[in-house]
Structure formats: C-alpha cells, structure tokens
C-alpha cells in the first residue's frame, strides 16, 4: 500500500484485509474502493450467477458505509470499462478525502483497475496531474507506485478520458 497523494492510498486485496479492514467494515478515518467485482461487488449484492443481474439498482457500483464496491473487471477492451462505474469512484474518493478520511483504492492484485481509477483522480482534481499528457502521467504514477501495470481497457480507458485542459 502507497500513499501517492495525501490521504490517497493505492494497493492490492491483501492491504486491504492487513491494514484497513476491521471486520466488514474500514478502520475507523478509512474508506475503500474496492475497484474489482470480485468477490466485493459480488458478495455486496450476493449475487452468484457469472455476473450481476442488470436491473439491479446497484449493478454498477454498491455503497456500504464507508466502502464503494464497483461492478469493475479488468479487460482488454476498454468498452468494458464502464464511465458511471469510474466516476463514481473518483466522486467517493473526492468526498471521503474532503471529510479528512484516508482513502484505500485498491483491485485485486493491485495493478490496473485501482491505480489507475487513482490516477483518474489525480487527473480531475490535482493541476499538475491535469496539465500533462496523459501518457506522461502514466509514467510519472509507475514512478510513485511502482506496480502500476493497466490491462489495455484500463490503460486506454486513461488515455481516452485524461482531463483536457484548455491552454493558458
């Protein structure tokens, strides 16, 4: 688990379950996303089918508590990736790091679908995040979290919808 902005934590399932979760819930001053359907998603909604039904009210993202669990499944096809699930992300981060809370993004492993829905955030929220070209922010994120490795519908989902920043 990094930090890789204040508050900003980026990791993988076992961060999770080692250093934030207390019992089914965040230690307290924590919120998760939980950037993976599995088992997260899954178990929010308990569905057991291969995926969830698409008339739920929460198919694409679950809150409970202080914990977002989206419906988000590394692909690579980035039509896969779904635009409400991301900015439903970056919304509950941006709110729970307003209310001073340390925010947990991770996916399963911790390589695609949660540093990069962090990077996304950074993009929208952070100045110099925003004025580089997307590619370069990708590049400077490996440097601070080093296991960054998007499947392709991650990496082009990044370089498809990077905050486009009018020239001064």
């Not at 991770?106 to 590619?135: F, I, K, V």
């Amino acid at each position: 688990m990094i930090e890789v902005a204040p508050n900003l934590f980026v990791g993988n399932a076992l961060d999770y379950e080692n250093h934030v979760r207390l019992i089914d819930t965040p230690k307290p001053g924590w919120a998760v996303v939980h950037a993976a359907k599995e088992p997260w998603h899954r178990a929010a909604l308990g569905y057991t089918g291969r995926g969830a039904p698409k008339d739920h009210e929460e198919y694409l993202f679950a809150f409970r508590g202080d914990r977002l669990c989206l419906n988000l499944v590394d692909v690579d096809n980035v039509d896969y990736v779904n635009k409400k699930v991301v900015e439903a992300g970056i919304s509950f981060i941006g709110q729970q790091i307003a209310d001073s809370k340390k925010v947990l993004v991770h996916c399963n492993q911790g390589q695609s679908r949660g540093p990069g829905l962090a990077l996304l955030y950074l993009g929208a929220t952070e100045g110099m995040w925003a004025s580089m070209h997307p590619a370069d922010a990708m590049l400077r994120f490996t440097e601070l979290y080093p296991m960054f490795s998007p499947a392709n519908g991650m990496a082009e989902y990044v370089l498809k919808n990077w905050p486009k920043v009018e020239a001064a």
